[in-house]
Each structure stands twice: as C-alpha cells, then as structure tokens.
C-alpha cells in the first residue's frame, strides 16, 4: 500500500486505464483534474513545511504577465515535500502517466525541478494565460505534460486564482478548477495548450496560493503538438477583448530591451545589471 495515494486510487494502473478516455477527449486540450487524490495527511505535512518564499532566495517574477515566487530545485524542500517530490518522479507515478495521457514516448521526470517545485502566489498576484517553454535546458527534451497538486485548506472561490484552460483562438475559457487542497490537475503542455490564472488573486493578506509544480519530458513528441520547431520559452497569450490583458501586453521599449538581455546573457550578468531596477 503506498503512503502517498488516498485510500480509492492505490491502484494505479486500474485507475489510469479507468480515466484515459476522459483525459484523451477533454476541451480545450488533453486534461484532467481529481479532488483528493494523495494521502491528507501526507499533503497537510507538506502545508506545514511549506515556506514563505517571499523572504526566501526564491525565483521572483513581477511585471504584467506574472507575479509569483518559485523554488529553487530541492533548496527549500523539506524532508516529506522531498519524499513527495521524489515519488512523483518515480516509476510507479510515470507509469501513471504515461498511461492516463496515452503518451507512446516513454516518459521521465525532472531531477531538476526547472521551473517547477514549490510556486507561491500572494494578494494580488497572477499568471497570465500562456504556452509553456518547450524544451528543458539541461536534458534537452521535449516537455509533454504538467502535474500540479494544489495545498490550499478552505480555499473560497471569492479568493480567485482559478486554473484556468483557455481555446486556441484565446476567445473562451473552457474549464476552471479552484486549486483547492489535494487537488491534482493534469494536462498535456503543447504549444497550443494555453493555461493560467490571469486575473489578480484577492485571498486576504495572510494567506496565498500554493501549489507543487513538475513537469514530465520526452526524447521527441508529435508534430501536431508543434507551432514553431525551435526551442521558446513562455508564450504568453492575450484574452481576447479583455481591458486588462491589453495593457500587460502594451510592451515598453525598455521592458523588450530587458527581455532581450535576459534572453542573450548569462543569468549572472544580467542580475548585475538588472538590480535595483525591480
């Protein structure tokens, strides 16, 4: 019996085959989500260790399209987040996956955890509707699908920071899931797949919205899943007719010449550079 799952799904593989056909099928893109899905007791351990990881060395991103904190790889993991992680980067999970997603090419995890691990949104805060980077930087292979369990206990939908799963043509938002605690959502990452909560988050101060973040890759992927073949980061995407998203996306000339640098020097120099301006 594993620890980690909840008492109606510690098959796996049966519960895989059980909901392929739902994940294959959904709209706007190849999804799914499950309410308590892991052991609560496991998850309210992780709750307990999460930190704030705005007053940690986190990866901060503050301008129109995004305002978040995110972890840095296992660094601010405690000892049940770390067992977690590494059990959703295991055989038994990827098995899971790969058959739910019907994915033929075999799949691993991130050792890294590039991008992903822990994400805190605070009051305020947002993800603006988006592609995700295609390709990892170190293992040099394809990124195909998402797993995120949401940790927020008494979560109301007052508060906002929806999941929300938006249409290709950016006109509709075809499905929104509360990112409530021990929640798991899945989805296949194409460049099609646009995905985000784009509207500020409106929890009460003393709370925000945190989350587990990994992503699963593949040694090379379908073509219909390709709008552009070289490597991209972040596609970010405008809701169409929306106040809000017409100004993030008003770009200045000085935010292109920051995004320029930040895409052609080395991370280092840039932080020189960039500092104080934030």
Known sequence: MSKYLNTHNQDLIKFASENK????????????????????????????????????????FRDQKQIKFASKGENYFGEETKSFMHFLNSEPFLNFLQIITGIEEPLTGDPYFFGGGQHEIKKGGLLKV?????????LKLDRRINV???????????YGGFFELWDRKM??????????????????????????HPDALNCPEDRSRKSLALYYYSNGRPQSEINQDAKHNTLFQ?????????????????????????????????????????
Request: charged share 30%; glycine share 2%; net charge neutral.
């Open 130 to 138: 988006h592609a995700d980077f295609n390709k990892h930087p170190q």
């Open 21 to 60: 056909e739902a994940y294959v099928n959904a709209n706007p893109f190849p999804s799914i989500s499950f309410n308590n899905f892991f052991n609560p007791d496991i998850l309210s351990n992780i709750l307990d260790e999460f930190p704030d990881l705005s007053k940690k060395d986190s990866i901060s």
């Open 171 to 196: 006109e509709k938002c075809e499905k929104k899931i509360l990112p409530t605690f021990n929640k798991l959502a899945i989805f296949s990452t194409t460049d099609f797949s646009y995905h985000g």
């Open 238 to 278: 405008e809701r169409k007719n929306n106040e809000t998203d017409n100004t993030a996306f008003k770009t200045s000339g000085k935010d292109k010449v920051k995004s320029l640098l930040k895409d052609l020097i080395p991370p280092i120099l840039y932080k020189k550079i960039n500092k104080g301006e934030d």
């Open 148 to 158: 995120l369990v949401y940790l927020n206990k008494d979560w109301k939908e007052e």
